[in-house]
């Protein structure tokens, strides 16, 4: 048992001198990821579903998120009416965004996709009313689900993808959203 309170400590003490969150064991040993907004809210992600849960306030004031770690997807409803949410910085490594994760996050701005998000549910960001900016940082343009974005009540929506993979990304989705398409 010592032994493994060790390697636990040192994993910690390892995660924090390079700018990463630690992992955090709790008393059934289960392994869940710890990380704090950048005003200063402390979030869990649950280990079943990786929908974040928050460990002090109910979402109360939270800004901005910054992911770390492996998070592989955000499941269905996770962010759902966030209001307070402004900006969203994805990680890579994440494959998929479920149906209506960020779905009413009113004042959410930008969001940042990494390359690895190979699909997009349903109404994913729906109803973010102030959404100006998306960036898509693939070759390859993910998949996405019917009505992503709610561009129709949002004219000033900015969908900004790799300029050498622009076309790919016309081509896959069509003329939807190929209106809102500026490179970088």
């Keep these: 048992m010592r032994r493994v309170v060790f390697f636990v400590i040192a994993a910690c003490v390892a995660l924090l001198n390079v700018g990463c969150e630690p992992y955090i064991v709790t008393d059934q040993e289960l392994v869940s990821l710890q990380y704090t907004t950048t005003d ?3 979030l869990e992600l649950n280990s079943k579903k990786f929908a974040p849960s928050v460990v002090l306030n109910k979402y109360d004031g939270i800004g901005e998120i910054f992911f ?3 998070l592989k997807e955000i499941f269905q409803n996770a962010f759902v009416n966030q209001d307070r949410l402004t ?6 490594g994440l494959e998929g965004i479920g149906e209506e994760a960020f779905y009413g996050c009113t004042n959410l701005e930008t969001v940042h996709i990494p390359g690895t ?5 349903d109404f994913s960001f729906y109803g973010c009313d102030n959404l100006k900016t998306v960036y898509f940082y693939g070759s390859e343009p993910p998949t996405l689900s019917s009505n992503v974005f709610d561009y129709e009540s949002n004219g000033a929506l900015t969908i900004c993808v790799p300029k050498q993979h622009q076309s790919k990304y016309i081509n896959k989705w069509g003329s939807t959203y190929s209106k809102y398409i500026k490179t970088f």
């Design 40 to 42: 200063g809210k402390a």
């Design 68 to 70: 770390a770690g492996t």
């Design 87 to 92: 900006m969203v910085d994805l990680p890579l």
């Design 117 to 121: 998000v190979k699909r997009i549910g």
